[in-house]
């Protein structure tokens, strides 16, 4: 059994940073689903590393068997992800605007809205907590610890859905970080792309310093 409670993580996204969360939830006992953009028989190699736990499928698949999924897209793909099978369900965003590979989005260079909150409103009836687009990919499966390990690595964590960034706080430490709440999606922009908290390792007792450094129209 899980700490979670929950078997199934599906994954919207199996590149860098899916791939290697895939690795960390397989590791912690969990069943993963993974898709991509280009089809499941290009993920074959992933899912042969990761052994019975997991398959591949397509988006629509994975976010149907996954008590809890992860959308890991390059953000100008993000309007793709399924919406009905995720009706309900605690969605991790870990997308980054980047304009130099999504086009310039309005809305996010007059910083009126964030990533997160441009998915939830994709995703309506989703739960949608912002965490691991500050931590470099490879970092995922090097820098975790046990809890209580000593200056621990922590990562922010937002979200409008009290229970739901909770229940992602204990998948966090079964991951071998800490997690410290960030507030409400409409926060999350204090680590966003080049903030202070963006990138680098940081402790539970760091993180508030390092959002609270974070100004928009810097």
Do not use: C
Not at 24 to 33: I, P, T
Not at 55 to 68: I, P
Not at 113 to 142: C, D, W, Y
Not at 190 to 217: H, N, Q, S
């Amino acid at each position: 059994m899980t700490a979670t409670g929950l078997t199934t993580i599906g994954l919207i996204g199996a590149g860098n940073i899916g791939g290697q969360l895939a690795r960390l939830a397989v590791a912690a006992g969990y069943r993963v689903v993974v898709s991509n953009s280009r089809g499941p028989e290009t993920l074959t190699d992933l899912v042969t590393e990761l052994g019975p736990s997991a398959t591949a499928g397509s988006a629509a698949e994975a976010a149907a068997a996954g008590d809890l999924v992860v959308v890991t897209v390059p953000l100008k793909n993000y309007r793709d992800v399924p919406v009905e099978p995720l009706a309900g369900k605690i969605v991790i965003d870990t997308n980054n605007y980047y304009f130099e590979r999504d086009g310039h989005i309005a809305e996010l260079d007059a910083e009126r809205t964030t990533v997160s909150q441009m998915l939830q409103e994709h995703l309506p009836t989703s739960r949608i907590v912002k965490v691991f687009n500050g931590i470099r990919a490879e970092e995922l499966t090097t820098d975790g610890t046990p809890a209580h390990t000593p200056d621990r690595r922590a990562l922010p964590v937002a979200g409008d859905d009290l229970e739901a960034k909770a229940l992602v706080t204990t998948l966090l430490d079964e991951f071998g970080f800490d997690a410290v709440d960030a507030g409400s999606l409409a926060e999350s922009w204090r680590f966003e792309r080049d903030r202070p908290a963006y990138g680098p390792r940081m402790t539970a007792a760091e993180i508030p310093g390092k959002l609270a450094e974070a100004v928009r129209g810097s």
